[in-house]
């Protein structure tokens, strides 16, 4: 019984870490209709940023987020006026094609410029826990929780409530009767893809933390956060928790009771089940 | 609209090129071929053979070469990147044969890479002297053109379960957790019937996917079950995380041992002092006693290539050496750089290297006793050799919040 608690504590907290991971690709698929599949390299490029921060002026990495996710904001922002904008017109496929290669420029620049070392962002409390009588909670993976829990709620009401955050909900509805109003979409989609940049970026720190930073970790995080966003759906950040908290659970589960080498085959079974399951609803975002 | 695309493809190309280029050969050098991972996720251990090789080939060059014959003539290297492909490596050593002409072929990292690649060579009869594949895969097809300069995969945890049995207080459960490719499945099957034979209990014996990054699961059930001691076999990549989440999760086993990342700098880099108490095992270390016809022995090479580098050379690093040694080693031996003479030659090798006495068994595998070693206050302590104890292990390991 002990083992079955600890094993849905874990994932509970390992599902915390793949929403916040998921939050931005899912803002950006969702308004932008770009499946932006180098968001695992910006989660990598927000790991290195943070582990910057750390190892050469000292910042706390869980300190530091709101200043990783800045500049990646930036970056995000840049990347979306200069580079894709030119398609966010286009066919599905040139999007695809684009982030792809955006995906491994960076991915080649990053090892260029870090090495292919292995990083951690290791401070001394990071593999503290706290002891619940014979379950363990890992600290730094709970703190991880909570900031997904508080990011995911914050962006909810910032899309619900907020004057920019209805303009993007507007444009992701109906890009004429927003434009109607006074939305200036160009503006609007490089906020937008800045937003989910710096989310990605804020998960890298975080991911860095709990694990460990290479150039190469981009494209499996990808793979992960596109099956979440699916899981979940795009209409709600909300969703992204549950897709990530249900993601985290049964890959814990498929190890205890099937074998660690099924983690992978429960978690991308799931995401075929909810594709033959509720298939209206998904393909009409990918379509 | 396309004009990014092509501009991003253009950028793409011509990185990639400037990652392949090597050194130019002149017409009468012996040009020794091969594929390694200078990128992908490979590409941090695969720096050690391409480090290495070089290493090796400018060392033997300004020594004046190899002797052929009555002619003394070059080594020079051509060296693909194979991103950590094993589809494109094998694509690559095809073309080293067939279109590159190369005279002779050095190994890939890792023994996934191995195992593909050395069907190349044995197919055009060109030898292959690699070492980066200890997986006894490899070496069990009877092929003729294959030799290794790594101990055998099912033998690494030979010197750790001998030392288990002498550790006071003796430890009862083992826990065998391990990667799904050719090195790590090797591992654990030669594994398997040591524990036994030394009268050890194996409470888990599980495999898991490579590359994964959540080992939460399987460290809780290491707890539940608690097993004394934890052998773990698989990527760096993975043993840092699971050091990182054993902590997090309060598991300390009374010992852990990891097939790799213990002997590299790296690792220790990245953990800090939670490095501290890993154990590991080493076939190689650098001492003075390992002497060398270039390098002069294996403590000065060590020095040397960390001055060059700027990195420590580990196992992997020496053992690349070796590879580009016994070559050239084998030609003076066989007087032409005729390969089906060479392979004959290399067969036949026995020599002393900073990597140890190269010599080849019938499967064209080396076999080097595994030294076992600790993290000690940062530092790499040899703690188990074929002679018993070498240095007085920390153990058992203490509870995380009690270091």
Same mark, same amino acid.
């Given at each position: 019984?002990?083992?079955?608690?600890?094993?849905?504590?874990?994932?509970?907290?390992?599902?915390?870490?793949?929403?916040?991971?998921?939050?931005?690709?899912?803002?950006?698929?969702?308004?932008?209709?770009?499946?932006?599949?180098?968001?695992?390299?910006?989660?990598?490029?927000?790991?290195?940023?943070?582990?910057?921060?750390?190892?050469?002026?000292?910042?706390?990495?869980?300190?530091?987020?709101?200043?990783?996710?800045?500049?990646?904001?930036?970056?995000?922002?840049?990347?979306?006026?200069?580079?894709?904008?030119?398609?966010?017109?286009?066919?599905?496929?040139?999007?695809?094609?684009?982030?792809?290669?955006?995906?491994?420029?960076?991915?080649?620049?990053?090892?260029?410029?870090?090495?292919?070392?292995?990083?951690?962002?290791?401070?001394?409390?990071?593999?503290?826990?706290?002891?619940?009588?014979?379950?363990?909670?890992?600290?730094?993976?709970?703190?991880?929780?909570?900031?997904?829990?508080?990011?995911?709620?914050?962006?909810?009401?910032?899309?619900?409530?907020?004057?920019?955050?209805?303009?993007?909900?507007?444009?992701?509805?109906?890009?004429?009767?927003?434009?109607?109003?006074?939305?200036?979409?160009?503006?609007?989609?490089?906020?937008?893809?800045?937003?989910?940049?710096?989310?990605?970026?804020?998960?890298?720190?975080?991911?860095?933390?709990?694990?460990?930073?290479?150039?190469?970790?981009?494209?499996?995080?990808?793979?992960?956060?596109?099956?979440?966003?699916?899981?979940?759906?795009?209409?709600?950040?909300?969703?992204?928790?549950?897709?990530?908290?249900?993601?985290?659970?049964?890959?814990?589960?498929?190890?205890?009771?099937?074998?660690?080498?099924?983690?992978?085959?429960?978690?991308?079974?799931?995401?075929?089940?909810?594709?033959?399951?509720?298939?209206?609803?998904?393909?009409?975002?990918?379509? | 609209?396309?004009?990014?695309?092509?501009?991003?493809?253009?950028?793409?190309?011509?990185?990639?090129?400037?990652?392949?280029?090597?050194?130019?050969?002149?017409?009468?050098?012996?040009?020794?071929?091969?594929?390694?991972?200078?990128?992908?996720?490979?590409?941090?251990?695969?720096?050690?053979?391409?480090?290495?090789?070089?290493?090796?080939?400018?060392?033997?060059?300004?020594?004046?070469?190899?002797?052929?014959?009555?002619?003394?003539?070059?080594?020079?290297?051509?060296?693909?990147?194979?991103?950590?492909?094993?589809?494109?490596?094998?694509?690559?050593?095809?073309?080293?044969?067939?279109?590159?002409?190369?005279?002779?072929?050095?190994?890939?990292?890792?023994?996934?890479?191995?195992?593909?690649?050395?069907?190349?060579?044995? +197919?055009?009869? $060109?030898?292959? &002297?690699? @070492?980066?594949?200890?997986?006894?895969?490899? *070496?069990? /097809?009877?092929? !003729?053109?294959?030799?290794?300069?790594?101990?055998?995969?099912?033998?690494?945890?030979?010197?750790?379960?001998?030392?288990?049995?002498?550790?006071?207080?003796?430890?009862?459960?083992?826990?065998?957790?391990?990667?799904?490719?050719?090195?790590?499945?090797?591992?654990?099957?030669?594994?398997?019937?040591?524990?036994?034979?030394?009268?050890?209990?194996?409470?888990?014996?599980?495999?898991?996917?490579?590359?994964?990054?959540?080992?939460?699961?399987?460290?809780?059930?290491?707890?539940?079950? +608690?097993?004394? $001691?934890?052998? &773990?076999? @698989?990527?760096?990549?993975?043993?840092?995380? *699971?050091? /990182?989440?054993? !902590?997090?999760?309060?598991?300390?086993?009374?010992?852990?041992?990891?097939?790799?990342?213990?002997?590299?700098?790296?690792?220790?880099?990245?953990?800090?002092?939670?490095?501290?108490?890993?154990?590991?095992?080493?076939?190689?270390?650098?001492?003075?006693?390992?002497?060398?016809?270039?390098?002069?022995?294996?403590?000065?090479?060590?020095?040397?290539?960390?001055?060059?580098?700027?990195?420590?050379?580990?196992?992997?690093?020496?053992?690349?050496?070796?590879?580009?040694?016994?070559?050239?080693?084998?030609?003076?031996?066989?007087?032409?750089?005729?390969?089906?003479?060479?392979?004959?030659?290399?067969?036949?090798? !026995?020599?002393?290297?900073?990597?140890?006495?190269?010599?080849?068994?019938?499967?064209?595998?080396?076999?080097?006793?595994?030294?076992?070693?600790?993290?000690?206050?940062?530092?790499?302590?040899?703690?188990?050799?074929?002679?018993?104890?070498?240095?007085?292990?920390?153990?058992?390991?203490?509870?995380?919040?009690?270091?």
């Amino acid at each position: 019984m002990d083992l079955l608690t600890q094993i849905l504590i874990n994932g509970v907290l390992l599902g915390g870490l793949y929403a916040i991971m998921a939050l931005g690709l899912a803002l950006v698929w969702g308004v932008l209709n770009i499946v932006n599949l180098a968001h695992g390299a910006f989660i990598m490029l927000g790991a290195y940023l943070a582990w910057h921060l750390y190892t050469y002026l000292g910042i706390d990495p869980f300190l530091g987020l709101p200043l990783t996710a800045i500049i990646m904001f930036g970056l995000g922002y840049v990347v979306q006026r200069g580079l894709l904008n030119l398609i966010v017109r286009a066919p599905m496929f040139n999007t695809l094609l684009i982030t792809f290669g955006i995906e491994v420029v960076l991915t080649y620049l990053a090892q260029l410029a870090f090495s292919a070392d292995y990083r951690t962002i290791n401070p001394p409390y990071a593999g503290n826990s706290i002891a619940l009588g014979p379950v363990v909670v890992p600290l730094a993976r709970l703190m991880a929780f909570g900031i997904a829990i508080a990011l995911t709620v914050g962006m909810w009401v910032f899309l619900l409530r907020t004057r920019l955050g209805r303009a993007i909900r507007a444009t992701a509805q109906n890009l004429v009767a927003a434009r109607l109003y006074g939305v200036e979409p160009r503006h609007l989609y490089a906020v937008t893809f800045g937003i989910g940049i710096a989310l990605a970026g804020a998960a890298g720190g975080l991911y860095g933390t709990v694990s460990q930073i290479n150039p190469y970790i981009g494209a499996a995080l990808t793979a992960k956060c596109f099956a979440i966003a699916i899981i979940g759906g795009l209409e709600n950040p909300l969703g992204v928790i549950v897709g990530g908290l249900v993601l985290g659970v049964i890959e814990s589960l498929a190890v205890l009771y099937i074998g660690a080498t099924f983690a992978d085959v429960a978690s991308f079974g799931v995401l075929v089940l909810v594709l033959i399951v509720r298939p209206s609803g998904l393909l009409g975002k990918t379509a | 609209m396309f004009k990014p695309v092509s501009y991003l493809a253009g950028a793409l190309l011509s990185a990639t090129a400037l990652l392949a280029a090597g050194p130019a050969a002149s017409a009468d050098d012996i040009v020794l071929g091969a594929s390694v991972q200078l990128t992908g996720p490979l590409a941090n251990t695969g720096r050690y053979y391409k480090d290495a090789y070089e290493f090796a080939v400018e060392k033997i060059n300004e020594a004046g070469g190899v002797k052929v014959g009555a002619e003394k003539r070059k080594l020079a290297l051509k060296i693909y990147d194979n991103q950590s492909d094993v589809s494109l490596s094998v694509r690559q050593y095809t073309q080293l044969v067939s279109q590159d002409k190369v005279s002779l072929l050095l190994g890939p990292f890792a023994s996934n890479f191995a195992l593909a690649d050395s069907a190349v060579s044995e +197919k055009y009869k $060109v030898p292959m &002297v690699q @070492g980066g594949g200890a997986s006894d895969q490899i *070496f069990s /097809r009877g092929f !003729k053109y294959i030799f290794g300069t790594l101990a055998p995969a099912s033998n690494y945890f030979g010197s750790t379960v001998s030392m288990l049995k002498e550790l006071d207080p003796a430890p009862k459960t083992v826990a065998l957790l391990y990667a799904d490719d050719a090195f790590d499945v090797s591992v654990a099957k030669g594994t398997r019937p040591l524990l036994k034979a030394a009268g050890l209990t194996t409470v888990m014996d599980e495999k898991y996917t490579s590359n994964a990054s959540d080992f939460s699961a399987l460290l809780s059930q290491v707890k539940d079950k +608690k097993a004394e $001691v934890v052998l &773990v076999a @698989g990527h760096e990549t993975e043993i840092l995380n *699971f050091v /990182r989440q054993a !902590k997090s999760l309060a598991v300390a086993p009374k010992l852990y041992s990891f097939t790799v990342g213990v002997p590299s700098d790296d690792f220790r880099k990245a953990l800090g002092s939670d490095a501290d108490y890993a154990f590991g095992m080493t076939a190689w270390l650098p001492t003075a006693e390992l002497k060398d016809k270039w390098f002069g022995d294996a403590a000065a090479f060590a020095k040397a290539y960390k001055e060059k580098f700027g990195y420590d050379p580990d196992y992997h690093a020496a053992s690349g050496i070796a590879d580009v040694e016994a070559l050239a080693q084998a030609v003076e031996n066989a007087g032409t750089t005729e390969p089906q003479k060479v392979r004959d030659a290399i067969a036949k090798l !026995k020599f002393d290297s900073l990597y140890g006495t190269i010599a080849f068994g019938e499967s064209g595998q080396i076999d080097l006793p595994q030294i076992v070693i600790q993290v000690q206050g940062g530092k790499v302590a040899e703690v188990y050799g074929a002679k018993g104890f070498i240095e007085k292990p920390h153990y058992p390991m203490p509870a995380w919040d009690a270091r």
